[in-house]
T-cell receptor, first 115, second 112 residues
Framework: NAGVTQTPKFQVLKTGQSMTLQCAQD?????MSWYRQDPGMGLRLIHY???????DQGEVPNGYNVSRSTTEDFPLRLLSAAPSQTSVYFC??????????????FGQGTRLTVV | GNSVTQMEGPVTLSEEAFLTINCTYT??????LFWYVQYPGEGLQLLLK?????DKGSNKGFEATYRKETTSFHLEKGSVQVSDSAVYFC???????????FGGGTRVLVKP
């Protein structure tokens, strides 16, 4: 019963490097999202997707790209890492409902440090 | 835009004490409201939710009531245990994609 799986769990990058954070869900959820968690600021939405082939920006999208080629996978790409992107990243998925009132299921998180 | 404000922590309690974490929100229309809990080193788990005014969500001894007149969703537990030590997040959900807006989180430490 995997749920939402994120890899890697920890990562250290040098400024300017690129990398992809992986996220996969096995619940056949339509909706997937990426959040970053910073101290005292809760979680903030980076990008989200309402289905395969459809993505949109959240509150803090700059410096991040996403794509959704399958229902299961929603990778987050950092094109040129900056120290301000040091954070804990969470992927979430949820099923759709007519009134959008469903809860999200979260992965275990990826702790990223940019030096 | 949407926003969620919750009391800052840390909140330190003794076992069997009463816990309240205040949460207020700003949103247009009728959002859904959630409490998520994050145990050390783990991701977020749904604790409880309420989808319309006057709904009461409950789970594991925790309760919260959706109060539209005061735009609040305060979390309460009558007798906390050491195992309740965690960070608690209030959140509202609205619109397509089930996008969530989170409060800043409240760290709770329960001492034996």
């Amino acid at each position: 019963n995997a749920g939402v799986t994120q890899t890697p769990k920890f990562q250290v990058l040098k400024t300017g490097q690129s990398m992809t954070l992986q996220c996969a869900q096995d619940m056949n959820h339509e909706y997937m999202s990426w959040y970053r968690q910073d101290p005292g600021m809760g979680l903030r939405l980076i990008h989200y997707s309402v289905g395969a082939g459809i993505t949109d920006q959240g509150e803090v999208p700059n410096g991040y790209n996403v794509s959704r080629s399958t229902t299961e996978d929603f990778p987050l790409r950092l094109l040129s890492a900056a120290p301000s992107q040091t954070s804990v990243y969470f992927c979430a998925s949820s099923y759709s409902s007519p009134d959008y009132r469903t809860e999200a299921f979260f992965g275990q998180g990826t702790r990223l440090t940019v030096v | 835009g949407n926003s969620v404000t919750q009391m800052e922590g840390p909140v330190t309690l003794s076992e069997e004490a009463f816990l309240t974490i205040n949460c207020t929100y700003t949103a247009t229309g009728y959002p859904s409201l959630f409490w998520y809990v994050q145990y050390p080193g783990e991701g977020l788990q749904l604790l409880l939710k309420a989808t319309k005014a006057d709904d009461k969500g409950s789970n594991k001894g925790f309760e919260a009531t959706y109060r539209k007149e005061t735009t609040s969703f305060h979390l309460e537990k009558g007798s906390v245990q050491v195992s309740d030590s965690a960070v608690y997040f209030c959140a509202l959900g609205k619109a397509a994609g089930n996008k969530l807006t989170f409060g800043g989180g409240t760290r709770v430490l329960v001492k034996p």
